[in-house]
T-cell receptor, first 111, second 113 residues
Framework: KQEVTQIPAALSVPEGENLVLNCSFT??????LQWFRQDPGKGLTSLLL?????REQTSGRLNASLDKSSGRSTLYIAASQPGDSATYLC??????????FGGGTRLMVKP | NAGVTQTPKFRILKIGQSMTLQCTQD?????MYWYRQDPGMGLKLIYY???????DKGEVPNGYNVSRSTTEDFPLRLELAAPSQTSVYFC????????????FGDGTRLSIL
């Protein structure tokens, strides 16, 4: 059974810092890995999707990497802003659109 | 751009009552999903559907039922509400399997007292 772990559970940084969120998974036979953002009281917004054959994906200030062999992914956020404050969720797709989620990292960016 | 719409947004039920959580999407997606999210936890898959008339169980299906009579709608039914079903329920949809991200609704917050 796939298990997904996110470390740290919570993170507080001053505005402008570059930061890294970590995601690890136990079963490397994946279709893809996805990073989502969740704002309080809202649903999830897809940030980046990395196919199993890819090593990384970039969108603006966000860069996600994938190392299947070690069962790890990182989400890099450059020049963090207060508007980046949210919970970030990592999810792994093992069976073609059946996602297993990590517990999330709650990020606070202080002005 | 409505996307995925869930109703109601909030609901309080008594133990043993039943209710249906509604989900509709206007993106012509074949795949639809129901998740639950408990406080401080990630999402867990309850049921999913790969098209009208086809549904299958996810990780935590006990106590729930679904149907998919149209491409747009995917209601989730709780027959005998129990306190353990207190959670936030999210509906999602996607166009293809494994290639496109899932699109989520804003959730239904359900309390069973």
């Amino acid at each position: 059974k796939q298990e997904v772990t996110q470390i740290p559970a919570a993170l507080s940084v001053p505005e402008g810092e570059n930061l890294v969120l970590n995601c690890s998974f136990t079963d490397s036979a994946i279709y893809n890995l996805q990073w989502f953002r969740q704002d309080p009281g809202k649903g999830l917004t897809s940030l980046l999707l990395i196919q199993s054959s890819q090593r990384e994906q970039t969108s603006g200030r966000l860069n996600a990497s994938l190392d299947k062999s070690s069962g790890r992914s990182t989400l890099y956020i450059a020049a963090s802003q207060p508007g980046d404050s949210a919970t970030y969720l990592c999810a792994v797709d093992n069976a073609g659109n059946m996602l297993t989620f990590g517990g999330g990292t709650r990020l606070m960016v202080k002005p | 751009n409505a996307g995925v719409t869930q109703t109601p947004k909030f609901r309080i039920l008594k133990i043993g009552q039943s209710m249906t959580l509604q989900c509709t999407q206007d993106m012509n997606h074949n795949y639809m999903y129901w998740y639950r999210q408990d406080p401080g936890m990630g999402l867990k898959l309850i049921y999913y559907s790969v098209g009208a008339g086809i549904t299958d169980k996810g990780e935590v299906p006990n106590g729930y039922n679904v149907s998919r009579s149209t491409t747009e709608d995917f209601p989730l039914r709780l027959e005998l509400a129990a306190p353990s079903q207190t959670s936030v329920y999210f509906c999602a949809s996607s166009y293809s399997a494994g290639l496109q991200p899932q699109h989520f609704g804003d959730g239904t917050r359900l309390s069973i007292l």
